[in-house]
């Protein structure tokens, strides 16, 4: 039996992409599906022949000032604070507002980890509710908290790390009461009874929780949901849609494979020095660079970027990654996802978020190397990216990661975790 099936995420394109994959696929088995989020990504979404459905903000953490009034304050680490205190919280009456009558209207309800007001919606509507988290960080284990160190050695180091993340879980359970309080509010005036915190257990579902990415990078825990399945990552191919552009096709094919250097969709508007540094560095080791630079690479003459250089806007990332001799990026789910499908080594540049246990996480399998977004000079650059492109073993295992990611077609598991939970929902009505 077919169903409407109803998406809500908030967030930057790496919230949306995998999204928009599984709800490609769920149409290609003829449910219905629709996506509701910010109205910055309603041609994108339409484009795709996929129903849309606008949330409040009117503004996105993906415009310019946001992205860089973010990547301000993830020096401070106050980034999420800040996103989450100003950006969803005081809308949240009129998210809910946006999005009842289409849950209402939906025999299910697939919610993002910061979708709050479509957690409430479905609770007060009695639509039945799949929660998915994009990447490890989300569960916030005590047992495997984001990292503070990307590979601890010794007993010592270990026990120490275990000590130091039960610090981080404690502190964070503290600190999300004060984020979660208008969450708590909100649910009082609906009068939904109390549950637990939106951060922490409050978000998953109680029937099923979708890790949709990569065992690579984490496996249930013991104090994960026990409904919770990982399906690896649901990777949506850009380049189905758009090739990449003439100019950076001819400059790919007229030499050996470059190094590419991406911030995503929200960092690079914080860019600062960090791609002229990456082509300097590049260039150092004697290697060509592309540098996916946002509007910026429509404000920088070639003139001024180093010999072997080239700018562009945006390019697929799963196009351009596999044609790469090396990934420089920011680890940002998304991302790293497709860095990890396309085979390649990484140094990973952490900001904000999820992206510095996404690296941490990236270290430990062997195929990448980390730096701090305040070290990028290009001698620093440099001497990391000599690591991954002269030692065999990084491209080796960045390989052999890249030949299981493509194998675990993780959009096709999430869909058939989905109709499995669908088909148990129409049982049990029946019974």
Not at 112 to 119: D, K, Q, R
Not at 249 to 273: H, K, R
Not at 376 to 391: M, S, V
Not at 414 to 422: F, K, R, V, W
């Amino acid at each position: 039996m077919k169903k409407y099936i109803a998406i809500a995420t908030f967030g930057s394109l790496g919230d949306v992409y995998p999204y928009m994959a599984i709800a490609r696929e769920l149409q290609a088995r003829g449910h219905r599906v629709a996506i509701a989020t910010n109205e910055i990504y309603r041609h994108l979404i339409e484009s795709e022949a996929i129903e849309f459905c606008g949330t409040r903000p009117e503004g996105s953490i993906n415009t310019e000032e946001e992205g860089e009034f973010i990547g301000l304050l993830s020096y401070t680490q106050q980034a999420l604070d800040y996103g989450i205190s100003y950006l969803i919280a005081p809308h949240l009456r009129a998210t809910y507002s946006d999005l009842v009558e289409l849950v209402s209207q939906a025999d299910l309800v697939i919610t993002h980890h910061l979708a709050f007001a479509a957690i409430l919606a479905a609770e007060k509507t009695g639509t039945p509710r799949i929660s998915a988290a994009l990447s490890p960080a989300s569960f916030m284990s005590v047992y495997d908290c984001p990292s503070l160190s990307p590979s601890p050695t010794s007993a010592y180091d270990r026990a120490m790390t275990l000590i130091a993340n039960d610090g981080i879980y404690r502190y964070f359970r503290w600190q999300a009461r004060f984020w979660s309080a208008p969450m708590r509010q909100l649910r009082a005036e609906l009068g939904l009874p109390p549950s637990g915190d939106l951060f922490f257990e409050g978000q998953h579902s109680p029937d099923l929780v979708l890790g949709l990415f990569s065992p690579l990078l984490a496996t249930p825990q013991p104090d994960w949901p026990s409904q919770t399945r990982v399906t690896g990552f649901p990777l949506y191919n850009y380049q189905e849609r758009e090739a990449l552009s003439p100019e950076l096709e001819q400059f790919l094919q007229a030499g050996p494979p470059p190094i590419v250097f991406t911030l995503g969709s929200l960092v690079v508007w914080t860019q600062g020095d960090f791609y002229l540094e990456g082509a300097i560095a590049a260039q150092q080791l004697g290697y060509r660079s592309v540098l996916l630079m946002g509007k910026e690479a429509d404000r920088i003459a070639s003139h001024q970027l180093p010999a072997g250089a080239c700018a562009v806007k945006y390019a697929p990332h799963s196009a351009i990654f596999p044609r790469a001799a090396a990934i420089v990026h920011h680890g940002g789910v998304g991302t790293t996802a497709q860095a990890m499908s396309s085979g390649r080594p990484m140094l990973v540049v952490p900001c904000a978020y999820d992206q510095p246990d996404n690296a941490a996480r990236l270290v430990r399998l062997g195929v990448a190397r980390s730096l701090d977004r305040q070290h990028c000079t290009a001698d620093r650059i440099a001497a990391e990216l000599k690591h991954l492109l002269f030692d065999p073993s990084y491209a080796a295992k960045a390989a052999e990661i890249g030949r299981e990611i493509r194998a675990e077609n993780g959009v096709s598991a999430a869909c058939d975790a989905i109709e499995t939970y669908l088909d148990r929902q129409v049982e049990k009505r029946r019974n």
